[in-house]
């Protein structure tokens, strides 16, 4: 399982916020429906509560998460109760399954903007947590501009799980396909040998009846006597 410093570094960098720890993440359970978003770019952010607080605002969060599954025809159960109530257990695995789900489907190519997407979630700006730890990238258009160039806010060094992110994303596509492939394979094999089997049995039962000929069809019709 990967552990929790990366998964918490890899929402860092994926959203230009900076979460100290995963039970952070947990408290608003915003940054579920927005993994989903970051891998099809269709889930409406605008609904997404990033200054959720309560277990009543979090359930909404997890609900939105809910739909983008439904959305994009993803399977996975989500414990809606534990993770509300802010369990550690049960958002350590959800986060893990998302990860899992983001290094599948993710695309590098299309040039996601995390934090722009995060800007435009609800309460964006009204963090829950008046320790200041997340910390979102202002708009560039908010930028201090110097020498007639916009100032970079500075970021910390990309964790390796982004710098690794389209190596391990071609990886488990590889790895799909060829299960896919296997999968063709098999059918085949269990299609070729049901027909040499029928072929059998309709070849025995062509000659007279005996007690091996009688045990040879009851094996292959799976009738075995016990």
Known sequence: MTSRTALTNWINDLFSVSYPDLMKVAESAAIYP???DACHQNVPVRLVDFGANTESSRRENLKRLQKAYLKNGIQNAIEIEPIAKGRFQANYLLLQFLYEYWTAHFDESIGYDGGERVRATKNFNRSPYGDGTVA?????????RSNGRVARTRRTEASP??????AAVDEQKEHVAKLQLDIVGM????TFYKEKLQEIALLISQYPENEVSEQILNILEG???Q
């Not at 979102?136 to 201090?144: I, L, Y």
């Not at 799980?161 to 389209?166: A, D, P, W, Y």
């Open 136 to 144: 979102v990238a202002p708009s560039p258009q908010k930028a201090k």
């Open 223 to 225: 009738n075995v006597a």
């Open 161 to 166: 799980l982004r710098r690794n992110g389209k």
């Open 34 to 36: 927005l993994i989903i």
């Open 187 to 190: 059918e085949k094999k269990v």
